[in-house]
């Protein structure tokens, strides 16, 4: 278990300060709705009442999982591989939310069978994938805590860069499997309540995928703690997430949590330290069906619903300029004082 990240919860008082300083913006008080509340965790996270975005950056951490070889997806195995170049390359879909929106990109591969070339790629490979955890656990304990290491020291590292909002994404054919396996582990809810379709699969696709992660659950049943369930039915993109968001909140980053895949690590993370939710910004409810369920045992508000299913941190990104207009209006909105507005009667 990791009890290294030491999380500190937001400052309430500091809470009071900046909703004070937001209901004294000219606008009725509450106007702005989530853009309010997203200015006031800042402000919290950053111990300030003027926070400021510095070098943002996406991270994407890229492996595979043996379930794929189950017929669990809709693409082949090799597809993770060759998605890692067209990140390498800036071709990918969160390749140009980031170029639009001036967000750093770094590629990870914590786990890839075969990478194309390994120029341009953050080298951090626990194994060359996990084993299917139809009938065996997909990583030992050992793995699981070096691929938490990874995202941890990933963050760390842009830490140490100057970063203060970090958003993850993630690689791997049949992570919504390995997503909704670790989704019905950790909440004790039947597997077939957690499936989707993932990135595409038809009726016939979506009832083996199904039939297969049931076997899997039999076969894995019993009481584990979130990161034994991690270890069991997750992937190593999937533990590097999880480390790299308690990392980002022991260093107090604000975290930006993408679709299914990314809300599954923040489920684990939340389960190893509660506190981390307090720096997650939930950014999109997916069109995963399960993803709506999951955001609701996070008692998450996700800010877009744009009916994604791509991954990648695509979502995060574009939800990136609510957060940066929430910070504007704090700081650069006049005051009905400043302004020589009269309020409302009371």
Not at 272 to 300: D, S, T
Request: proline content about 2%; overall charge negative; aromatic content about 6%.
């Amino acid at each position: 278990m990791h009890n290294k990240f030491v999380i500190e919860a937001l400052d309430q008082g500091l809470a009071e300060a900046l909703t004070n300083k937001i209901d004294l913006k000219t606008k009725p008080p509450g106007s702005l709705g989530q853009l309010e509340s997203l200015a006031c965790q800042l402000g919290q996270i950053q111990q300030t009442l003027e926070p400021e975005i510095r070098q943002p950056k996406m991270i994407v951490f890229a492996a595979d999982h043996g379930i794929a070889l189950e017929g669990v997806s809709a693409f082949p195995q090799e597809v993770t591989a060759q998605m890692v170049q067209n990140f390498v390359n800036g071709g990918a879909a969160v390749n140009v939310f980031c170029r639009q929106h001036g967000l750093a990109f770094e590629i990870v591969d914590v786990g890839v069978g075969q990478l194309l070339s390994e120029q341009g790629v953050e080298l951090c490979k626990v194994a060359k994938g996990t084993k299917s955890f139809l009938n065996a656990d997909a990583m030992s304990a050992e793995q699981c805590t070096q691929a938490i290491d990874v995202g941890a020291e990933r963050v760390a590292q842009a830490a140490r860069d100057g970063s203060n909002l970090l958003a993850f994404g993630e690689m791997g054919i049949a992570n919504t499997a390995s997503a909704a396996a670790i989704m019905a582990g950790c909440l004790s809810l039947d597997v077939s309540d957690c499936v989707g379709r993932g990135t595409g699969l038809d009726d016939q696709g979506l009832q083996h995928k199904t039939s297969v992660l049931q076997q899997a659950m039999q076969y894995h049943q019993g009481e584990y703690s979130a990161q034994q369930w991690l270890a069991k039915v997750g992937g190593f993109e999937v533990a590097a997430m999880v480390g790299a968001m308690l990392e980002a909140a022991h260093r107090r980053i604000a975290i930006l949590v993408d679709g299914f895949i990314c809300s599954a690590a923040a489920l684990v993370a939340s389960q190893i330290n509660p506190l981390v939710k307090q720096y997650m910004i939930f950014c999109h409810q997916g069109a995963e069906h399960a993803h709506q369920r999951l955001l609701e045992a996070l008692e998450a508000k996700p800010l877009l619903d744009l009916s994604l299913r791509l991954g990648e941190g695509s979502g995060a990104v574009l939800a990136y300029p609510l957060v940066e207009s929430a910070l504007a209006f704090l700081k650069e909105m006049a005051s009905f004082d400043s302004a020589g507005v009269s309020r409302e009667r009371d």
